[in-house]
C-alpha cells in the first residue's frame, strides 16, 4: 500500500523541484543578470556634453614628420566637450589605437575597429578623467594623447 503514496510524493516532489528551478531562472535573467550588466550611472551632462571635440587626422599625416592627429595633446572638460571625434581627412586609412588596452567604464574599449577610410570618422564618449596616448598601427610614428578632466564648473 506504500507503493502508490511514495510514487504521489515524488511527483509532487519532483513539480516543487522543477518550480523552485524555473523561480531560480526567472529571478537570475530578469533581476541579477540585468543589475550585473547595467552600465554605471553617468550624469546627463556628460552623456550629453555641451559640444563634440574634432581631432582631425590631417591630410599628408601618413608621411613621417608631418602634422597627424590635429590638436596633438588636447585636454577636454566632461560635460563640455568629452565626446571625442577623430576625422580622416588624410586619402590613407588609419587607426586610432590606444598604446595599452583601455577602456572607459561606460563606453567600453577605446580604440577604432580596424581601419578609417577616408572621410570615415571614429568618435568615443569619455565619462571619467583619463589620458589616453594612442597612435595608428600601421603608421606608428603616428602618435596622439587624449585627456579628459573633470570640468571645473
Ligand atoms: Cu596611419
Redesign the pocket.
Same mark, same amino acid.
Given at each position: 500500500m506504500s507503493g502508490p503514496t511514495s510514487s504521489h510524493a515524488y511527483g509532487i516532489g519532483m513539480i516543487a523541484l522543477i518550480i523552485g528551478m524555473s523561480a531560480s531562472v526567472v529571478f537570475y535573467t530578469s533581476f541579477y543578470l540585468p543589475e550585473s550588466l547595467a552600465k554605471p550611472s553617468v550624469s546627463d551632462h556628460i552623456l550629453h556634453p555641451e559640444e563634440d571635440f574634432i581631432i582631425e587626422i590631417v591630410p599628408g $599625416?601618413?608621411v613621417e614628420g608631418n602634422p597627424n592627429y590635429v590638436p596633438n595633446k588636447p585636454v577636454v572638460a566632461l560635460t563640455v566637450n568629452n565626446k571625442v571625434i577623430w576625422q580622416n581627412n588624410d586619402d590613407? $586609412? +588609419?587607426?586610432v589605437t590606444p598604446d595599452h588596452r583601455h577602456s572607459d567604464s561606460y563606453s567600453g574599449e577605446f580604440g577604432s575597429a580596424g581601419v578609417m577610410k577616408p572621410g570615415e570618422t571614429y568618435e568615443f564618449l569619455f565619462t571619467e578623467p583619463q589620458d589616453v596616448p594612442y597612435h595608428?598601427t600601421? +603608421?606608428p610614428w603616428?602618435e596622439g594623447t587624449i585627456s579628459v578632466e573633470l570640468s571645473r564648473f
Amino acid at each position: 500500500m506504500s507503493g502508490p503514496t511514495s510514487s504521489h510524493a515524488y511527483g509532487i516532489g519532483m513539480i516543487a523541484l522543477i518550480i523552485g528551478m524555473s523561480a531560480s531562472v526567472v529571478f537570475y535573467t530578469s533581476f541579477y543578470l540585468p543589475e550585473s550588466l547595467a552600465k554605471p550611472s553617468v550624469s546627463d551632462h556628460i552623456l550629453h556634453p555641451e559640444e563634440d571635440f574634432i581631432i582631425e587626422i590631417v591630410p599628408g $599625416a601618413v608621411v613621417e614628420g608631418n602634422p597627424n592627429y590635429v590638436p596633438n595633446k588636447p585636454v577636454v572638460a566632461l560635460t563640455v566637450n568629452n565626446k571625442v571625434i577623430w576625422q580622416n581627412n588624410d586619402d590613407t $586609412a +588609419h587607426t586610432v589605437t590606444p598604446d595599452h588596452r583601455h577602456s572607459d567604464s561606460y563606453s567600453g574599449e577605446f580604440g577604432s575597429a580596424g581601419v578609417m577610410k577616408p572621410g570615415e570618422t571614429y568618435e568615443f564618449l569619455f565619462t571619467e578623467p583619463q589620458d589616453v596616448p594612442y597612435h595608428c598601427t600601421p +603608421h606608428p610614428w603616428m602618435e596622439g594623447t587624449i585627456s579628459v578632466e573633470l570640468s571645473r564648473f
